[in-house]
């Protein structure tokens, strides 16, 4: 798509080489791109959609079908069944060329994957969000009190610890 020149591309391989870092993430670090410009060139070379998960919703159903520890080692979050491919599932991924990746999903799930193209902090916030929300459903059904889940809670409320939910008085 013409982002960066050849100089700079050599300059970015070399230092991922160093670095260990994905090819984007270092053509981003050196400046050359911005987050936006990588993430169309990218879907623009695989063919591939965007999704924002920042904006982006999905249902406890569609969550379990992947364990946390999968979606958490290679960044992904499944999405749902993808509309014009029966039997496929929707997988927003940082890195929707990992074939590892999509090797087990279709194993865990016995789907086909379309990957869909997120950024990894994003994903992560997503995670974050998640579990906070969990966290917060467990603590009030513990406490037996589903109103806990408003807006507001008061803080500090529960530590949890290992087994053991600590109520502070």
Do not use: W
């Amino acid at each position: 798509k013409g982002i960066i020149d050849e100089n700079q591309l050599q300059t970015a391989l070399s230092r991922q080489r160093e670095q260990g870092k994905m090819l984007g993430e270092m053509v981003i670090a050196l400046g050359y791109a911005n987050q936006r410009d990588i993430n169309e060139a990218l879907c623009d070379s695989l063919g591939i959609d965007y999704v924002d998960m920042r904006e982006t919703e999905v249902s406890d159903d569609v969550l379990s079908l992947l364990d946390e520890s999968i979606m958490r080692k290679y960044t992904l979050v499944p999405l749902g069944d993808a509309p014009d491919n029966p039997g496929a599932i929707r997988v927003a991924m940082a890195d929707p060329t990992n074939i590892l990746a999509m090797d087990d999903i279709n194993i865990v799930t016995g789907k086909q994957v379309v990957p869909v193209l997120a950024n990894a902090t994003d994903i992560n916030a997503f995670f974050d969000k998640a579990s906070h929300e969990a966290t917060l459903t467990s603590t009030a059904a513990a406490a037996g009190d589903m109103s806990l889940l408003g807006e507001a809670v008061p803080l500090p409320f529960i530590v949890r610890e290992s087994e053991y939910i600590v109520f502070f008085v």
